[in-house]
């Protein structure tokens, strides 16, 4: 039983005229009496007198009357409430997100969401430490590891390619990277208990990791900005997502290290949410925004 079936029901009820109801939503005369028919089949007793001439409730229908009434009041105030409907999206949604990728890619971009949405506001969560979608009561969730968890549930957002990236100034004291052996004589900056990431070359056979194995890390980080910061002031070598280090590389500020070589692992950035929630009006219209905005290809692939 839906509700737009309700809501031809009771207009039907009000003109007596199946035909009229149906212009008065939008529909044809057959797909209104093929609506009613549905829905009279559906609760078993004919809620209608029809003859040729005119239509009348029957005494199914006139009792149905003003339960169908209360069921589409009680929906509005539902929608009215959670925003799916109304014209104006309204309410708070709880965001959690990597502060790098906020910063540079999700803050910069409220003030159009806002004039677009003046009703909803946000609780940001921001940090590189992992939570507990659930458990923290989180709306939205921007993550770069695949979901496995069954409570959730995910939409791409962007491809996140990693690279390893070095300042133009640092190799010129420290020497220059051409082979995976070399990172063994360099300052190496790691993100906190970040597993090694096998590394792969079209070129060669031979497989490496990042961080090498054979050498301690020089500065261990666990927060992206500071590890982007640190290379670019000439720490170490780093390996950062791309969209992290685009800007820095189209500036010239950062050089890409071992370009031949590629992470062996595809990675993508998730928009996430609870599965066992239904997805309100205000968490899916910032979806469509941000896959609007951000999304492939990537506003930093983009010239």
């Known amino acids: 039983m839906d509700i737009e079936s309700l809501k031809l029901f009771v207009k039907v ?21 093929a609506r009613i028919a549905k829905l009279e089949s559906y609760l078993g007793a004919d ?8 239509v009348a409730l029957s005494t199914e229908g006139e009792y149905f009357l003003p339960h169908a009434i209360s069921i589409l009041a009680q929906h ?19 965001f959690a997100s990597s502060s790098t990728f906020a910063q540079l890619y999700v803050v910069p971009l409220l003030p159009a969401f806002f004039e677009r949405y003046p009703n909803i506001n946000f609780d940001m969560r921001l940090g590189d430490r992992p939570i507990n979608i659930i458990e923290d009561g989180i709306d939205l969730a921007l993550r770069s590891s695949t979901v496995d968890d069954s409570g959730l549930r995910a939409r791409k957002l962007a491809t996140d390619k990693r690279i390893l990236c070095a300042s133009p100034d640092y190799l010129s004291r420290h020497g220059h990277i051409s082979v995976p052996a070399d990172l063994e004589h ?49 720490v170490g070598v780093s390996m950062n997502s791309f969209w992290s280090v685009a800007a820095e590389l189209k500036q010239g500020r950062l050089v890409q290290v071992l370009s031949d070589y590629e992470v062996d692992e595809e990675t ?10 239904a997805l309100s009006g205000k968490v899916r219209v910032f979806i469509d925004f941000l896959v609007e905005k951000i999304g492939d290809p990537p506003v930093w692939e983009r010239d």
């Open 268 to 277: 993508n950035i998730w928009l996430v949410y609870p599965k066992a929630n």
């Open 76 to 94: 509005d105030t539902v929608m009215d409430v959670i925003g799916a409907e109304s014209q104006q999206l309204a309410g708070t949604i709880r």
């Open 186 to 234: 360099h300052h190496i900056i790691s993100f906190k208990e970040r597993k090694p990431r096998i590394m792969r070359s079209s070129h060669s056979a031979q497989e490496s990791v990042f961080p090498p194995t054979e050498c301690s890390a020089r500065l261990i980080c666990d927060d992206g900005t500071s590890m982007r910061l640190a290379t670019l002031n000439g």
């Open 13 to 33: 009820a009000e003109t007596l005229n199946i035909s009229a109801a149906g212009r008065a939503l939008g529909l044809a005369p057959a797909m209104a009496s």
């Open 47 to 54: 809620l209608f007198h029809r003859s040729t001439r005119r």
